[in-house]
């Protein structure tokens, strides 16, 4: 079956330093990745929307230079925490979208866990 | 725009006991319909879809769930509880333009009692 991974599982860093979190598609093309955050106990907020080539598309109230996402190939895309601070701790979760697969079926990654001393 | 209402955040059962699990939506538009479960510090696991066809869905672990457009419903339900069903699951809603991101309901914790 489909498979996505995220790298790394988990991070901890200092106030102020940036962190790169990884989402691969591995056994298919991914055209549209979706970043969200979890707050402890709470539901999945949907962050942006990242599309192969091209920009991606944030919700509202998420800043698009603080959280910076690429998606420069078909099974990977990237998501950079700048500048961090210990509001931005939370868990992250990307999912993927198969190019050929059914419609509107994501493939969830397992997580970063990401602590901001 | 979409939605999804889980009621209950939380629903405790006994080992071997029904459970069953809330979600009404919200679409203008036909729904694609999604349970995930999670478990803790792990990332989500589809458990079953509905997109089109029949309405009564099953999925893995002995999980069912049946679409209701007149009730705008799709609970979730399992004729006997594990100990290893207690997880949080999500309900989601989705349609079938393009690439519609998920809409995930606040989730629903569920407690199997020995």
């Known amino acids: 079956g489909a498979v996505v991974s995220q790298h790394p599982s988990r991070v901890i860093c200092k106030s102020g330093t940036s962190v790169k979190i990884e989402c691969r598609s591995l056994d298919f093309q991914a055209t549209t990745m979706f970043w969200y955050r979890q707050f402890p106990k709470k539901s999945l907020m949907l962050m942006a929307t990242s599309n192969e080539g091209s920009k991606a598309t944030y919700e509202q109230g998420v800043e698009k230079d603080k959280f910076l996402i690429n998606h420069a190939s078909l099974t990977l895309s990237t998501l950079t925490v700048t500048s961090a601070h210990p509001e931005d701790s939370s868990f992250y979760i990307c999912?993927?979208?198969?190019?050929?697969?059914?419609?509107?079926?994501?493939?969830f990654g397992p997580g970063t866990r990401l602590t901001v001393l | 725009a979409q939605s999804v209402t889980q009621l209950g955040s939380h629903v405790s059962v006994s080992e071997g006991a029904l459970v069953l699990l809330r979600c009404n939506y919200s679409s203008s538009v036909p729904p694609y319909l999604f349970w995930y479960v999670q478990y803790p510090n792990q990332g989500l696991q589809l458990l079953l879809k509905y997109t089109t066809g029949a309405t009564l869905v099953k999925g893995i672990n002995g999980f069912e769930a049946e679409f209701k457009k007149s009730e705008t419903s799709f609970h979730l339900t399992k004729p006997s509880a594990h100990m290893s069903d207690a997880a949080e699951y999500f309900c989601?809603?989705?349609?079938?333009?393009?690439?519609?991101?998920?809409?995930f309901g606040k989730g629903t914790r569920l407690s199997v009692i020995a």
């Open positions: 999912s993927a979208r198969d190019a050929g697969g059914p419609p509107n079926e994501q493939f």
């Open positions: 989601a809603v989705s349609s079938d333009s393009g690439n519609t991101p998920l809409v």
